[in-house]
């Protein structure tokens, strides 16, 4: 694990000597300069731009990078339900929160009994459409809607529900829990707004208040649009903090746009580009070559926070200083095991259980080396509600 950083301390300027007076006042100067470098683990940002907002914001990320958190989940529920088959539809297979929510399917299947299979949307409307039919057509047990607007796919939705065939989604509609219109059981994600809130109090409580900030989304997915618009909101809290640009991405377009946009950012805002808040991880990976080629160093400015989802390469990153200081990370293999467990309660006949998952912010001081953010307890408790310990 890392050393705990800490943000520098505003120095008291003494009135016992003029030469006191002076040393204080210039290296007030010299934090307030743009792009001035420290040389020290942590950037030098000038006088607090928003005390109060900072205040909340810093108390705020402290809870949310705690590393011991107990299991708040279900402990009570239905038993397995025998021999079932899920078919998980993914909007794009290489969207890393989509793929690792459905190896958390995957194994909480072989726990409970049941089989799963795959079906990549290709992160295209006609993909998605395409593998939502050929799913109903399989008549499954159930279908998750893996990262994806269901409106999209109405008629599919609409034949599905026909069929009696339950829904249950990993991000699909904008909150957690049943959903009327479109007819999902259960949506299964942490609050939109928790995570918006958290990835955004993070810029204002590392910056001490004082950022140029640029978001990165997708505005094709309505999930990530709002996650994004409420980033934004969160963001204009804090009056020391400045929106330099809202990019729109689409992610199946990332690995080819993020790398001229991001030259294009630099090039634009040299230092005044602090910090960056992206809808999903994978942009950083994106953004690293450009940013490695412009002489940026991967410790320095601008300093990036992926609100979701949190995949291995991303945490990679952060333990190794390149380009990405943080994530708010979905627990994805929890979420695929909740998925599991809300379907045995659709098929059991009870409603869905409610939960939702805390943040969290991992950064290289709490991660201790791990790839992802899997918190302690939710095996053991599924096992037990379905009667399959080991």
């Known amino acids: 694990m ?63 990078q705690r590393t011991d958190v107990p299991w708040n989940g279900p402990t009570t529920g239905p038993a397995a339900v025998p021999a079932r088959t899920l078919v998980y539809v993914a909007q794009t297979m290489t969207n890393p929160g989509v793929a690792g929510a459905a190896e958390g399917v995957r194994d909480a299947a072989r726990v409970i009994g049941w089989n799963v299979r795959v079906i990549d949307g290709g992160g295209t409307p006609a993909g998605i459409q395409a593998a939502m039919s050929e799913a109903v057509t399989l008549r499954p047990s159930g279908i998750v809607i893996g990262g994806f607007d269901p409106n999209a796919t109405s008629q599919q939705v609409a034949r599905a529900d026909a069929a009696g065939i339950p829904l249950v989604g990993w991000h699909a509609v904008d909150a957690p829990g049943p959903s009327r219109r479109p007819p999902l059981f259960t949506n299964v994600t942490t609050n939109v707004g928790d995570v918006a809130r958290i990835s955004a109090q993070w810029v204002i409580s590392h910056s001490r208040g004082n950022a140029g900030a640029v978001i990165f989304t997708d505005a094709s997915i309505p999930f990530a649009r709002n996650k994004s618009e409420l980033i934004r909101k969160e963001l204009a809290t804090c009056s020391g903090v400045r929106l330099l640009a809202y990019e729109n991405i689409p992610i199946p377009d990332a690995s080819s746009r993020t790398p001229r946009e991001v030259s294009s950012l630099v090039s634009r805002f040299q230092d005044r580009w602090t910090h960056s808040v992206a809808i999903n991880d994978l942009y950083f990976a994106d953004a690293a070559p450009a940013l490695r080629a412009v002489g940026k160093e991967g ?45 045995n309660r659709a098929f059991s006949g009870r409603p869905a259980s409610g939960y939702v998952a805390p943040v969290h912010v991992s950064t290289a001081d709490n991660t201790d080396g791990a790839t992802t953010w899997d918190p302690s307890g939710y095996r053991e408790a599924y096992r037990k509600i379905w009667g399959k310990q080991p």
């Open 2 to 64: 890392h050393p705990t950083r800490k943000a520098p301390t505003p120095g008291v300027v003494g009135a016992r000597s003029a030469a006191a007076v002076l040393l204080a006042a210039a290296t007030v100067l010299v934090g307030c300069e743009r792009g001035s470098q420290s040389g020290q683990e942590e950037p030098t940002f000038g006088p607090n731009g928003c005390p109060e907002a900072y205040a909340r914001a810093r108390a705020a990320v402290d809870r949310a």
């Open 299 to 343: 410790s320095g400015r601008p300093y990036n926070i992926g609100a979701g989802d949190g995949d291995p390469s991303a945490f990679q990153r952060i333990d190794s200083e390149q380009y990405q200081a943080a994530t708010v990370p979905e627990p994805l293999s929890l979420q695929g095991w909740q998925i599991v467990d809300e379907f």
